[in-house]
């Protein structure tokens, strides 16, 4: 920053700034409402959605394969076409956002809180500790991600438990790391020392001072992590071995268009993957915002 | 420096076994291979001759045994659904995946550098600000969906290119190779680019990164201070210094390109070592899938392993102690 720092009467300056940081800014700006209206269409979803896609009761097999702006045979418009089985593919994408979020959020938030712990025991305890710690951390990070997850799944089946479970196995390592760094830096600082000699707890010393003071960095880095947890569902669900095809997620309404694409029915395919794209960079741009205010580096 | 060497390669094999026991346990909990090799009308004793000669009939540890003895001896075990050594299965499909990253690096690194070098030099200028924004859609794409929007727009719509395959191959130095016929470059440009455009993202931001780093340091202030052109100076001092860490970059990114090479291979029905994985995980085919993983751990493993070694041979700062830093 080269300006001069206007003094600010307020509390916050730093939320202030990072606020500033994505008002001013017309591309993180869009992004940021884009994501906004997406949570709340996802999270709406069974108001929203003309139909329920997952009832497969409503559905009508004639009306398979429709065009956008085609008309059911009830009547009804389906704005953006149906898929093979009839699904109006509005409904499907609603409810395949809700599906992609709640994996994205889920899987993020599990793989935070083991990498978090597994970070500040690592920067507490040292020693023998942190180097297995460490160690594990090494050999997981040294995998793309995907290979592990694929292997993974295809032993353990398709479910959207078992996505969660293998996207947090293989994203906790990247948060221990980041949160050991943090810790390790906030550890040195005189106010831990200040509690250490007064003779509190270990345990309280992590949890009251050393965890609120050096997760900040971790959790700017796990905004962008939920685009790439989504990702990552998205591709395992398109390789067959993610979400059950009773729920399917944008990955999987995709995968299910793939085999129509060449004939012409784009709509099958492309439709839920811009919404996916759409989710996706949002998440990107947004995060990408956060960190460069927050100066994080790495994630 | 030995010493350094001796534990790291100690580690290293370490790693492997780690890998073999966790891999080899977890594959074997893919449904049962037996159902999907024998037809229904098969009788039960040849059904037990089967499952006798493929070794499935023996405890788990024991075939692991079985699996780690042999493997030290190159013999990575027999595919349930070719019949042949997994490891000149694998072999037999490097080349295509092989070619495929190559074409894909290349590009990335033809078309990255100069982006990033143009990003790096006016940082806060509109074109560097549309790169930059660039590359964050580069990232985003998931690589499946860009594979499918690319067969779209230049198969389905415009009709220029084939969709899928590996089109004519040619004999090069004893590989099939399509990098040779112009049926064989055309099927590959599609896969390739579709490889390429995170690593070319990746590689702008690296560039740019480093350009506009390397622009305030005192070697730059003092060529300018001696009248040297700025063209010279960032094409012969800027431009080496920030290849460093570029081509470590690169040398890595190596490694994961065999990995996602799979979502591509998948999207393009390119028959590389990727959709062979994806096919094996399909048709239950348990050595393949053991056998694939294990190379590819060994792949990653030597990589890192050369990396961490170039690092102490060129920066003496790097502690060889063998603290577990």
């Known amino acids: 920053m080269n300006k001069p720092i206007i003094p600010d009467d307020t509390a916050t300056p730093l939320r202030r700034k990072v606020l500033r940081g994505i008002r001013k800014r017309p591309t993180t700006r869009g992004a940021g409402i884009l994501l906004a209206c997406l949570v709340l269409l996802a999270v709406f979803a069974p108001l929203i959605a003309p139909q329920n896609p997952y009832d497969l009761a409503t559905l009508s097999v004639m009306d398979n394969r429709l065009a956008p702006g085609a008309a059911s045979m009830s009547g009804s418009v389906y704005w953006l076409g149906t898929d093979a089985q009839g699904r109006d593919m509005v409904s499907a994408i609603l409810y395949g956002l809700r599906t992609s979020l709640l994996v994205g959020l889920l899987s993020t938030l599990g793989a935070l809180t083991i990498g978090v712990a597994a970070g500040l025991l690592a920067a507490q305890l040292g020693g023998m500790v942190d180097a297995l710690i460490m160690r594990i951390v090494d050999f997981m990070l040294g995998f793309p991600s995907i290979l592990v997850a694929l292997v993974l799944l295809a032993s353990v089946g398709r479910g959207v438990d078992k996505v969660i479970f293998a996207i947090i196995l293989v994203q906790w390592a990247q948060y221990a790391r980041l949160m050991r760094a943090s810790a390790l830096v906030e550890r040195r600082k005189e106010y831990i020392e200040a509690a250490v000699n007064f003779g509190l707890p270990t345990p309280y010393i992590m949890l009251a001072h050393l965890l609120p003071n050096s997760i900040g960095a971790v959790l700017v880095v796990s905004t962008i992590n939920i685009a790439s947890a989504i990702t990552l569902e998205a591709t395992l669900s398109f390789l067959g071995v993610g979400v059950p095809v009773t729920q399917p997620s944008l990955g999987l309404l995709i995968a299910n268009g793939f085999d129509y694409l060449l004939s012409g029915e784009y709509w099958i395919a492309v439709f839920p993957g811009l919404a996916l794209v759409l989710l996706i960079m949002s998440l990107n741009f947004v995060g990408d915002r956060l960190r460069r205010s927050f100066n994080v580096k790495g994630g | ?325």
């Open chain 2, 1 to 325: 420096m030995t010493a350094y060497i001796l534990q790291r390669l100690i580690q290293s094999a370490l790693v492997l076994v780690a890998v073999s026991v966790a891999v080899f346990f977890a594959v074997y909990g893919i449904g049962d291979p037996v159902e999907l090799l024998v037809p229904p009308q098969v009788s039960a004793a040849e059904r037990l001759a089967l499952i006798k000669r493929l070794g499935l009939d023996l405890p788990v540890w024991q075939q692991y045994f079985t699996f780690l003895v042999n493997a030290l001896k190159g013999d990575l075990g027999t595919s349930f659904v070719h019949g042949v050594p997994v490891v000149s299965l694998i072999l037999a499909r490097l080349p295509a995946t092989f070619e495929l990253v190559l074409l894909s690096m290349t590009g990335a690194a033809v078309i990255g550098i100069p982006l990033g070098l143009l990003a790096g030099l006016n940082p806060d200028s509109r074109p560097s600000r549309a790169i930059m924004t660039g590359t964050v859609i580069g990232f985003s794409l998931p690589s499946f969906w860009k594979g499918m929007m690319l067969v779209l727009l230049f198969s389905v719509a415009l009709g220029w290119l084939p969709t899928a395959g590996r089109g004519e191959t040619v004999a090069f130095l004893g590989i099939q190779t399509s990098l040779f016929t112009t049926d064989g470059l055309r099927h590959l440009i599609l896969p390739s680019l579709n490889l390429a455009i995170p690593n070319m993202a990746l590689m702008i931001r690296l560039v740019a990164a480093g350009t506009t780093e390397a622009m305030t340091q005192d070697y730059v202030k003092f060529a300018r201070a001696k009248g040297v052109r700025r063209r010279r100076i960032v094409g012969r001092h800027v431009l080496r210094n920030i290849l460093i860490p570029v081509v470590t970059v690169v040398g890595i990114e190596f490694g994961s390109l065999v990995a996602f090479s799979t979502i591509t291979e998948t999207v393009f029905s390119w028959p590389g070592m990727g959709k062979l994985l994806i096919d094996s995980i399909y048709q239950l085919d348990r050595p393949v899938v053991v056998a694939y993983v294990m190379l590819a751990t060994l792949l990653f493993v030597a990589v890192n392993f050369i990396v961490d070694v170039l690092y102490a041979v060129l920066d003496p700062r790097v502690k060889l102690s063998g603290d577990m830093v």
